[in-house]
Nanobody
Framework: QVQLVESGGGLVQAGDSLRLSCAASGRMFSTMGWFRQAPAKEREFVAAITWNGGSTYYADSVKGRFTISKDNANYTVYLQMNSLKPEDTAVYYC???????????????????WGQGTQVTVSS
């Protein structure tokens, strides 16, 4: 069974840091991504990383603050979030793509599997 299990969400103050984890299992993936969705808003791209080469991609809104990384041995992807802002508040979802075909990794349509989400709340 394919599973993506997120963890690490919580309530923090503006300026604080938080690290999200996504443990993957069930099959090999080419790309892992993080998306977030605030109430009444569409799901938006945050960051992505490829398993093979470790190439990373970031939304402009998080560049310089967030870092996506991976642990090959544990097949886990992380999202280190620093200098958090209230506008970062959202449910954060881990996503995985199985195909190695070249696609836009910033779109939800590029991913086949999704985790259950973990809530991140940043107070001002």
């Amino acid at each position: 069974q394919v599973q993506l299990v997120e963890s690490g969400g919580g309530l923090v103050q503006a300026g604080d840091s938080l690290r999200l984890s996504c443990a993957a299992s069930g099959r090999m993936f080419s790309t892992m991504g993080w998306f977030r969705q605030a109430p009444a808003k569409e799901r938006e791209f945050v960051a992505a990383i490829t398993w093979n080469g470790g190439s990373t991609y970031y939304a402009d809104s998080v560049k310089g603050r967030f870092t996506i990384s991976k642990d090959n041995a544990n097949y886990t992807v992380y999202l280190q979030m620093n200098s958090l802002k209230p506008e970062d508040t959202a449910v954060y979802y881990c996503a995985a793509r199985g195909s190695r075909a070249i696609v836009r990794v910033t779109t939800t349509a590029a991913y086949d599997y999704w985790g259950q989400g973990t809530q991140v709340t940043v107070s001002s």
